[in-house]
């Protein structure tokens, strides 16, 4: 019997043709050109977070000017000082909640767009103040713009990024921010004057160039329902729980009144250089975390992170409560008004090595933080969130960070002014320690594995998911 047509070989016979295989110089040519519009959405994305970065340290060198103002409007006391460096953190806080609609109501990439108007108006109010009331609102609103990026720009990242080097993408929020600091305690060792500029440009720049990137849709509303399946419920507490103890590492505070902490403590370098040798300090950190994260994984760089900084805030309580005073007294510039402990330290000479210790230990800490709890906690927010309610648990978890941000910083001042410096420090020494057990008993390790491998791991409970 003789065969069908269909079955007969030989072109006048080929039915149904199949398309070769592109060869692998295709191949690579396309996979060439994704990765080039990730890399170049990401880097639209996040300059927001350079301006958020600039934004947070603001007050660093800005408070100490201030209250030597010759301008009886602007001249800060100690509690106007403190107003000015933790109002950030509740328009921060608002903006989180805001992002908690707009992630999904405008999409992540037209909600990062509309934080550029916040920003630009707040950094406008700061450099024409006149008052007091204008500093707070234009620190509120480039607070606000922050906390809204926060929320969206590591959401964004983590879904338009392969899995291979989504974690060097995730570091790229925390690395511009790292650098918006540093520009601006650069500024801080050459300016002496009360109008710093600020990033209305920048912000702009980075709605525009967003504009041509690729976006992520909103996701539809999660249920009560829903949000009640632990497979929901409980990557969130696990996101929530990161924030919420990243905060309590001391790292606002510390970076808020980074200047005024050295002008309190003996240091051998003036504050304001102390200041941007920390901040750039930092930037190589995260620099450090992006290109390793992939290799080492999330959960080891996190147990670093934690000890680093466990380490760093005991020997600054320390330092603070049995190392030598500064030779001049500090009064409005410093943070106490009261000897510290009631005890009286030694005068520290200008020479003395010992005085290298606050900055040797802030620099620990903020390379340990930069390394781990810093850019890992955003990554880790945006990786393990269900995909259904990631718009607004992202946004709950910035709402949730900042407003810890607020109430330390806010009591930064008053619980040195009653208890002395070393009391924050030895607090946040106890919650790294937490941190460690934390990282060891809840936080899964993500590392090269796809959004939807670690949505099926919450989901089936499977450790063939995650290692």
Not at 94 to 123: C, E, H, Q, T
Not at 266 to 280: F, H, M, N, Q, S
Not at 336 to 356: D, I, K, N, R
Not at 423 to 448: H, I, Y
Request: hydrophobic content about 50%; charged content about 10%; some cysteine.
């Amino acid at each position: 019997m003789q065969e069908p047509l269909l079955g007969a070989e030989g072109p006048d016979y080929d039915t149904f043709p199949e398309k070769p295989p592109p060869s692998p110089r295709e191949t690579t040519r396309v996979g060439a050109l994704q990765n080039k519009r990730v890399f170049l959405a990401t880097f639209a994305a996040v300059l927001g977070n350079f301006s958020f970065g600039y934004a947070l340290v603001y007050t660093s060198p800005v408070i100490p000017a201030l209250e030597h103002s010759l301008d009886p409007n602007l001249s800060l006391t100690k509690t106007q000082a403190s107003w000015f460096g933790s109002v950030f953190t509740l328009g921060a806080a608002a903006g989180g909640l805001s992002a908690m609609v707009l992630n999904d109501l405008l999409g992540r990439k037209l909600s990062i767009m509309f934080s550029a108007i916040p920003s630009a108006a707040g950094y406008a109010l700061m450099a024409g103040a006149h008052g007091l009331w204008m500093l707070l609102l234009g620190r509120t609103l480039t607070g606000f713009a922050g906390g809204l990026t926060a929320a969206c720009i590591p959401v964004y990242v983590s879904e338009i990024a392969p899995a291979g080097v989504r974690g060097a993408l995730g570091a790229t929020p925390q690395l511009m921010a790292v650098f918006g600091s540093l520009s601006l305690y650069a500024l801080g060792t050459r300016r002496r004057c009360r109008h710093w500029p600020g990033c209305e440009g920048l912000t702009l720049t980075s709605a525009g160039s967003l504009s041509r990137s690729r976006t992520t849709s909103g996701d539809s509303h999660l249920s009560w329902a829903e949000a009640r399946d632990p497979h929901m419920y409980r990557p969130i507490v696990i996101a929530l729980l990161m924030r919420f103890l990243q905060q309590l590492t001391g790292i606002t505070p510390i970076l808020v009144y980074l200047q005024s902490i050295f002008d309190s403590t003996a240091v051998l370098l003036p504050p304001e250089d102390d200041a941007a040798i920390v901040g750039a300090v930092r930037l190589l950190s995260v620099l450090i975390a992006a290109l390793t994260m992939d290799l080492a994984g999330r959960k080891a760089l996190l147990f670093v992170s934690a000890a680093s900084m466990f380490a760093a805030n005991l020997t600054l309580g320390l330092y603070v409560h049995f190392g030598p005073k500064p030779l001049t007294p500090n009064s409005t510039m410093g943070l106490e008004s009261v000897p510290l402990g009631g005890t009286e330290q030694p005068l520290a000479t200008p020479t003395s090595y010992l005085t290298l210790v606050p900055l040797l230990a802030t620099m620990l800490f903020i390379m340990g933080y930069a390394m781990g709890w810093g850019p890992i906690t955003w990554l880790l927010m945006s990786e393990i969130l269900p995909l259904r309610a990631r718009g607004v648990a992202s946004g709950l978890c910035v709402l949730v960070s900042w407003l810890t941000a607020f109430a330390l910083t806010k009591s930064f001042l008053l619980v040195v002014n009653a208890f002395g410096l070393q009391a924050p420090f030895f607090f946040f020494a106890a919650v790294c320690s937490v941190n460690l057990a934390f990282t060891g008993c809840c936080v899964p390790e993500t590392k090269g594995r796809s959004l939807e491998q670690i949505e099926s791991f919450f989901r089936s409970r499977r450790r063939s998911f995650l290692p």
